[in-house]
């Protein structure tokens, strides 16, 4: 067998739609208020698309800053990976309509349903492509529009998410930089905890489950909670051992954004340094599948994240889904 390759990625866009809601704004919907969310979850505001704005919208627009900041056209991805739980409908996939509005007449793809842990679990799978040799541009793409699906009169979700995208493009390392290494978990038995229970083969779409309010987000706040503030850090942990990597190594930090007790709990058991940990969960809430990469562009712009930087990835989400990500930044 040939030696495997190392995956790198070679270039990022993001995308959020121009409207934004407040906490203020959320205030005339429901019993809650600014001082309440920020204290629990560290969010101000969130973007939220017009009626009539898809998944796969955000998705291209992200796809398209990312190729126009490597300088290669669509025609010269090879596969499609879309991470999202919001597709624009259950099928055609997202990565389907991606394609065709980007114009990559030579990509195939599809969609990875991992919720919140859903672009580094694409990432890696991507990032497997690369490695085997099999393609030598991979687009992974992580797109939501989480407020297409929440119940803006149950106040415990509806101030939680916002809707965006990020994507990377991801090509073969020729010096040994890129993804280093990953950890990724699963705990069905969480299952119950955050789901969505109408729409599918279970509970397809009728009167009642839309009378019963069953194609929103359902969510145990608590018991998510609880998974996420341990299980965040014990991937991370492994993932640092078996590299024999030290808190004190990692540059930057760039954690799903969930919730701001949640990063932070984690940031304190791994020892990390303050300056490495990227927070943004006050700009965009809770994106889902978009939250990584948003949180990476922040840390560019915020000088940051730089060329040659050890960064560590983490994630948990509805599943449970659990992932952690080592990798050299190449950009």
């Excluded at 793809?109 to 990432?123: I, P």
């Excluded at 019963?212 to 299980?231: I, L, P, S």
């Excluded at 340094?273 to 599948?289: H, L, M, Q, W």
């Amino acid at each position: 067998m040939s030696q495997l390759l190392r995956a790198k990625i070679t270039a990022l866009g993001t995308y959020v739609p121009p409207r934004v809601i407040t906490n203020a704004d959320l205030e005339k919907l429901v019993e809650t208020s600014d001082e309440w969310i920020m204290s629990r979850t560290g969010i101000r505001e969130r973007h939220v698309v017009d009626k009539g704005v898809a998944t796969s919208d955000l998705a291209t627009e992200a796809a398209k800053i990312a190729l126009a900041e490597r300088g290669i056209d669509a025609s010269g991805i090879e596969a499609i990976i879309v991470a999202t739980v919001t597709p624009d409908m259950l099928f055609p996939s997202t990565a389907c309509l991606v394609q065709n509005k980007l114009g990559a007449s030579g990509a195939w793809g599809f969609d990875l349903s991992a919720a919140c842990s859903a672009f580094v679990y694409a990432l890696q799978t991507g990032a497997q492509f690369i490695s085997t040799g099999a393609h030598k541009k991979v687009l992974v793409i992580g797109a939501d529009v989480m407020t297409s699906i929440l119940d803006y009169t149950d106040r415990a979700t509806c101030i939680l998410f916002g809707d965006g995208a990020g994507a990377v493009i991801l090509e073969p390392s020729d010096d040994g930089a890129g993804i280093i290494d990953f950890v990724h978990e699963v705990d069905g038995s969480g299952g119950c905890s955050l789901y969505m229970p109408g729409g599918g083969s279970l509970h397809p779409a009728s009167h009642e489950t839309v009378d019963k309010k069953m194609h929103y987000v359902h969510q145990d706040g608590q018991a998510v909670f609880k998974f996420a503030v341990r299980k965040m850090a014990d991937v991370c942990e492994t993932l640092l051992a078996r590299n024999s990597v030290k808190a004190s190594d990692i540059n930057c930090f760039i954690p799903h954004q969930a919730n701001q007790r949640i990063i932070q709990a984690t940031a304190d058991r791994l020892g990390l340094k303050s300056e490495s940990v990227i927070i943004n969960i006050d700009r965009y809430g809770n994106t889902t599948a978009g939250t990584i990469p948003l949180a990476m562009q922040t840390a560019r712009e915020q000088g940051r994240l730089k060329k040659g930087d050890l960064v560590l990835l983490a994630s948990v989400g509805a599943g449970f889904t659990v992932g952690a990500t080592l990798l050299r930044w190449t950009i």
